[in-house]
């Protein structure tokens, strides 16, 4: 896998030094964010809520899919692209993202590549806001932080791997957050009227 060979580089090239984050992210280009997010978003994949963690790493989300909607790369601050990495610490999240991606490699390859045309791509950074939105919510209700993490995890790996059909189970996921969404709220509300004695 292409993602493999280039962190490998990377750890590679530091040469027992490490590397600063901005020149990592240089090279890693927009495969570097998606990671990122990767990595923020992977423990809200658990069936519960966690409220005041979901919406800092929302806000993150959402601002990354605004910077793929306007073809930009997203805004790191200086004092964070300054720091050093050192290489032992490269090593270990090579080995991590290696991990992460693996199970899901024999399955994805590059294919509906019409899902990255323009247009269509700069729909990914959309998902990624509508997604990040639904998980920024603190809301202490099961899997409303689980559903949009699956449709953000998704989006990323087909993005990184070139997989369309995986950036459109991901859109799909994306829909299927709101309409839990709505449906637990709306439960919520009948709930609520009956305690209260409401017709």
Avoid at 25 to 54: D, K, N, Q, V, W
Wanted: glycine share 14%; proline share 7%; aromatic share 8%.
């Amino acid at each position: 896998m292409q993602l493999r060979a280039a962190l490998e580089g990377i750890c590679s090239r530091s040469n027992g030094k490490g590397l600063t984050i901005g020149c990592i992210l240089a090279e890693l280009r927009e495969r570097g964010y998606l990671m990122g997010l990767l990595f923020l978003t992977a423990p809200f994949l658990i069936p519960l809520p966690t409220m005041g963690l979901s919406g800092p790493v929302g806000i993150i989300v959402m601002l990354t899919g605004l910077a793929l909607m306007v073809g930009r790369s997203p805004w790191i601050p200086g004092f964070i692209s300054r720091r050093r990495i050192s290489h032992g610490v490269l090593a270990r999240l090579t080995s991590g993202c290696n991990r992460l991606v693996d199970p899901f490699s024999a399955r994805m390859h590059p294919r509906w590549q019409f899902m990255f045309w323009p247009g269509l791509r700069q729909c990914i950074g959309l998902g990624l806001v509508s997604a990040g939105f639904v998980l920024s919510l603190p809301l202490p209700i099961p899997f409303t932080n689980t559903i949009p993490a699956v449709a953000i995890v998704l989006l990323c790996l087909g993005s990184i791997v070139g997989d369309g059909i995986i950036v459109l189970l991901g859109h799909g996921v994306g829909l299927g957050a709101w309409g839990y969404l709505y449906a637990a709220g709306d439960v919520a509300w009948l709930a609520i009227r009956r305690v209260c004695g409401s017709d």
